[in-house]
């Protein structure tokens, strides 16, 4: 059974979605291992997303992934990579669908509510760096 790493951002903390947010993955039938609030130092950060490292924008996303608290969390369930990648939208709110947590509550690109891993590797990785494992 796969797991993988989601984190509410500091503006869907800020804006009171982290209910709705659990309740839509809750309700798709996966299950939640772990969870923290939590506030990102400066080297979490970078490394977190480490591989934006040299991307024009990389200072911008640091600074708001920083800016306030963050919900981390653990995922379990069937496939649960892809599909809450899925449940999550397109990274660019402008391009994610009605019905997704991005499509639903976001519209800019630097501040879209929600972060998910890519990958086992990447779902592997950045659940070591939050929770130790
Ligand atoms: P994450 O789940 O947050 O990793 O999003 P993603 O996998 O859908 O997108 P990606 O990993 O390519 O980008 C990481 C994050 O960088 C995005 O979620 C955005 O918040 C942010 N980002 C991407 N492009 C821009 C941009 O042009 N400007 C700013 N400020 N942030 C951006
Ligand atoms: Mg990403």
Excluded: C
């Amino acid at each position: 059974i796969q797991q993988t790493f989601l984190m509410v951002k500091p503006d869907g903390v800020e804006r009171q979605l982290v209910g709705d947010i659990v309740d839509r993955f809750e309700r798709r039938g996966f299950v939640l291992k772990e969870a923290k609030l939590m506030t990102i130092s400066e080297d979490l950060a970078k490394n977190h997303y480490a591989e934006h490292a040299e991307r024009p924008f990389f200072g911008e996303l640091v600074e708001f992934i920083t800016s306030g608290p963050v919900f981390a969390m653990v995922w379990e369930g069937e496939n649960v990579i892809a599909l809450s990648r899925l449940m999550m939208g397109a990274t660019n709110p402008a391009e994610s669908a009605p019905g997704t947590i991005r499509g639903d509550y976001a519209t800019t690109v630097a501040e879209n509510i929600i972060h998910g891993s890519d990958s086992l590797a990447s779902a592997e990785r950045e659940i070591g760096l939050f929770f130790g494992k």
